[in-house]
């Protein structure tokens, strides 16, 4: 026992010191992990020090750290850079790996694995009737354009492709319907989606033809009362036929050559100064163009109609009281009053039609 003699705790160590090679950095910005930047910043010591604990950084500090440069990894310039090896130490007895924490800041998720369903009924439940309906194999309808939405559908709603044809045979109805069910009898149905899209094209050869389709192109034409959104939306459904049977045309041309002309003229011109300036428009730019100056146009049409009305409205006695009188007044020969209103003297004339006519006078005025 030492009497007298007062043990004291050891010095704090600073923050710098450690064990192992290097001089342990100061803290990342984050307080977590240290960016490549934070290392490319380090004096060698502190390079060597985070070459021990690669863990705290975000990516591997071998990447960061080169052994090829002299002073980033020896202190002394005549002895040989120190490397160690991991692998090694992991090895040894009683040498605990220090715990590897996930990095956080991943970029990129890894995709996810979606499940895929094969019962029918489940694909088919609440089916969207109004933009996909059931097909009936008439003529003029193109099964083409059909094909193609339950393809997009039956996709969207996860279903496995080996029960494509199943389910989109739940979707026919009349002369289809009819056709599938003897090709049940006959043993002849496909089996596959390939199978079935070629099946239906030869039971409906009278679908949409190229031909049909041009016609329809010469009758669209946007109506001059018509809003350039309303005819937008027939404009897509021509195309959507258009596509469905090959139909070669550049939608942006087709789309404003069936404008009205002044508009059609307006949206040309855009496109054209979009052209010299080398930055072509999409169609949506097109569309949206087409909007704005149809837009301006309806309004500017329909400001003067208001405004007119508010001045008749503002004046007084209405405008039915400020119309002018066409025939001149029967007792003066005046314009701007009728007979009754005439502030001269009857005339002789006046006197005599008004005597022949007293009856009729007498009815109007209980009128």
Known sequence: ????????SPPPKK?????????????????EFYTAAEVEAMNPEERQWINQHPYLCYTDAEDLIDYEEEDSMNVDGNKPPVKFDHASNAQKPGFEQPEQKPNLHSRQAPELA???????????????????????????????EWLRTMSVLLADRQAHPGVWHIAAGQRLTSK????????????TRPTNWEGFQSWLSEMCPLGVTPDIVAAEFDRLKQEPNEAC?????????????????????????????????????????????????????????????????????????????????????????GGAGK??????????????????????????????WEKANSARIKESKKE
């Not at 710098?16 to 100061?26: L, Q």
């Not at 309906?133 to 099964?143: E, L």
């Not at 319907?177 to 043993?187: I, M, N, Q, S, V």
Request: hydrophobic share 30%; proline share 6%.
């Open 1 to 8: 026992m030492n009497m007298g003699k007062v043990t004291h």
């Open 15 to 31: 923050e710098g010191d450690s064990t192992g090679p290097g001089v342990r950095p100061k803290r990342p910005n984050d307080q």
């Open 114 to 144: 979606l499940y895929q369903e094969t019962d029918v009924s489940k694909v088919l439940r609440s089916w969207p009737d109004k933009d996909s309906p059931k097909f009936a194999g008439g003529v003029g309808i193109c099964a083409a």
């Open 176 to 187: 289809a319907f009819r056709d599938w069910t003897d090709a049940a009898f006959k043993g």
């Open 229 to 317: 959104q309303l005819f937008y939306e027939r404009f897509c459904e021509w195309q959507v036929r258009a596509k469905a049977t090959g139909f070669g045309h550049d939608e942006r041309t087709a789309f404003v050559k069936r404008l009205t002309p002044g508009l059609s003229k307006k949206v040309n011109d855009a496109m054209l100064a979009e052209e010299i300036r080398q930055s072509p428009m999409t169609m949506q730019q097109v569309f949206w163009t087409a909007c704005a100056h149809d837009r301006t146009y309806r309004t500017a049409q329909a400001a003067p109609v208001s405004g007119n009305s508010k001045r008749q409205a503002e004046g007084d006695g």
């Open 323 to 352: 119309k002018k009188l066409k025939w001149p007044c029967h007792n003066c020969g005046k314009k701007g009053h009728t007979t009754r209103q005439c502030p001269e003297p009857k005339s002789e004339e006046q006197k005599a």
